[in-house]
């Protein structure tokens, strides 16, 4: 069987090219679907790598979990230069076509809203766009419900003798999680002695990193979609860039920047 293997066969070409179906005949649309295609299998692959950190991390082996985020981060730089791509696109272009498609948005991507829920950023209003029983929402509720990448940080302050409130520790992590004075205490320590706390201030680099480069994607889709329709609503009856722009505040580990104003 390996023998008879050929690299169309092996990546599935033949679907793979056969799943962009334009519903016009404008010629940007093929852009649009191949843009926004090629997100989502990155984000499967950045869902892949954040949950192999996660379970490092929840073992305290932190060294190979370096190695995952720093992919992440890799990943998301490429993901941001993507919009440049798609800022070729003018508004005449984008506007042949936005009508086909239809109450479609950015909302109702489940691999986005998954991996947010990864990073700790739990908002239980995004599982309505999902039907009850499809394989996105057991995704989704699977991420809510358990503890994200944060949390098992955080426990690992915890395991280092750091002081960490056990109402953090044993939190509903379904929940948005609130910043703690005590966490931010703990990781300011793991900062002021870095040598004694080399492995944790790593870890807290690494996932700065990330934070900075989905903030930096966050702020890059913003000026995209702001040159593209301007203030228009987006599809599906959302805010637009309102909605976008209010997320650019968004951190997944607050303390982890709110430290360094106290260092």
């Known amino acids: 069987m390996t ?48 949950n192999l950190a ?23 730089t490429v993901m941001t230069l993507s919009w440049d791509v798609l800022a070729t696109m003018t508004p005449a272009d984008y506007l042949s076509f936005r009508g086909d498609l239809g109450s479609s948005s ?23 766009f999902h039907a009850e029983g499809s394989d996105a929402l057991v995704q989704l509720r699977t991420a809510l419900e358990a503890p994200s990448l944060y949390d098992v940080a955080i426990a690992q302050l915890a395991k280092a003798g750091l002081a960490v409130p056990d109402a953090v520790l044993n939190r509903d992590f379904a929940q948005t999680y ?10 300011l320590e793991v900062y002021r002695d870095t040598q004694r706390y080399w492995e944790l201030y790593q870890l807290a680099e690494k996932l700065v990193d990330l934070d900075d480069a989905l903030v930096t994607w966050r702020h890059k889709h913003v000026l995209t979609v702001e040159r593209i ?21 968004r951190r997944c580990f607050p303390e982890l920047w709110s430290l360094r104003t106290k260092l």
């Open 229 to 249: 329709i301007g203030g228009r609503p987006g599809t599906g009856g959302t805010d637009g860039i309102g909605y976008l722009a209010s997320t650019l505040r």
């Open 178 to 187: 609130a910043p703690s004075p005590e966490v931010e205490a703990a990781w």
């Open 106 to 128: 950015g909302f109702q991507s489940h691999q986005f809203r998954t991996l947010e829920y990864l990073l700790g950023l739990k908002d239980q209003s995004f599982l309505k």
């Open 54 to 76: 996660k379970r490092l991390v929840a073992t305290h082996d932190l060294e190979p979990a370096y190695k995952a985020l720093a992919r992440v981060s890799r990943i998301q």
């Open 3 to 50: 023998q008879d293997m050929t690299y169309a066969r092996y990546l599935a070409l033949d679907l793979l090219l056969a799943a962009q179906q334009p519903l016009s005949d404008r010629h940007d649309e093929l852009l649009f679907i191949v843009i926004h295609q090629t997100k989502e299998l990155w984000l499967k692959e950045i869902i892949h790598e954040v």
